[in-house]
């Protein structure tokens, strides 16, 4: 069985959110609060206690500011912020359940706070979500991920600048019953 907790740490709605900012930058617990204004300070500096101590996030560098040290966190190794198929394939179907709904959770409020805004426009903003079936054999089917892969390879490694917008991008691959 995986051990929960890393799930537990990892899908947690604020420390996901955490995560995402820390994909390829390093950033201080207060450049994190003014990307996460709606975090409240003492929860935000809880769940980042918590991501060091399961070793997902790592401190980097500890900058004196004013009589205190200002830590610098980032994520080393990117395995660490998700789950191997190895510990996958030893989940129960509540486990996986559990997971599920928790990385829907954390899609449901990302898109939550798009529409909490006093102006929106989907069409500009790119807002998207759609379902299509495909129908692949097993080959064709590896092809088409790892084809899906590289295209998220060239961009995930993209670091923030003037003019690029963050945009949440959720992949789920839901195969049908098998047919006995």
Sequence with gaps: MINESTADVILHPVRMRIIQYLINQQLTAQQLKE???DIPQASLYRNLK???EAEVIHIV???PIRGTVEKVYSIHNPDKVSIGPEDLNKLSKDEHMSLFIKFMANLMGEYDRYLDQDSIDL???GVTFRQASI????????????ELSAVYQKVI???PKEGRRRRTVATIVIPEKKKN
């Design 35 to 37: 990307f996460l204004p």
């Design 50 to 52: 918590k991501l060091v």
């Design 61 to 63: 560098d500890e900058i």
């Design 123 to 125: 069409v500009t903003d």
């Design 135 to 146: 129908h692949l054999n097993d080959e064709e089917y590896v092809e088409f991920i790892n």
């Design 157 to 159: 490694k993209n670091e």
